[in-house]
Nanobody, 121 residues
Framework: VQLQASGGGLVQAGGSLRLSCAAS????????MGWFRQAPGKAREFVAT????????YYADSVKGRFTISRDNAKKMVYLQMNSLKPEDTAVYYC???????????????WGQGTQVTVSS
């Protein structure tokens, strides 16, 4: 599966952004999807994940209550709605796919290119 993330940009603290991840491939609905981020000088970190049928989601503590992951299997899309953004949310955000869903797991088989999110104070 190939992934293409988009929707990043510059936003003021307290604002919102919606990231999108478009997937190719006929078996998209068989994949668990995740969002990760990497800030300058820091390791990549888990943000959120959603199961194949969207019946399970899991979030990093740092984004819980502010971010929402969702998917549309018919459109082969995954979204990350980010509200109440903080300067510490500034990072390159990546979407990822894997056939195995485990809460908080970081090992994903497929990765998209990143989209930059910058939150100004």
């Amino acid at each position: 599966v190939q992934l293409q993330a988009s929707g990043g940009g510059l936003v003021q603290a307290g604002g919102s952004l919606r990231l999108s991840c478009a997937a190719s491939g006929r078996t998209f609905s068989s994949y668990a999807m995740g969002w990760f981020r990497q800030a300058p000088g820091k390791a990549r970190e888990f943000v959120a994940t959603i199961s194949w049928s969207a019946d399970r989601t899991y979030y990093a503590d740092s984004v819980k209550g502010r971010f929402t992951i969702s998917r549309d299997n018919a459109k082969k899309m995954v979204y990350l709605q980010m509200n109440s953004l903080k300067p510490e949310d500034t990072a390159v955000y990546y979407c990822a796919a894997d056939r195995v869903w485990v809460a908080g797991r970081s090992e994903y088989a497929y990765w998209g290119q990143g989209t930059q999110v910058t939150v100004s104070s």
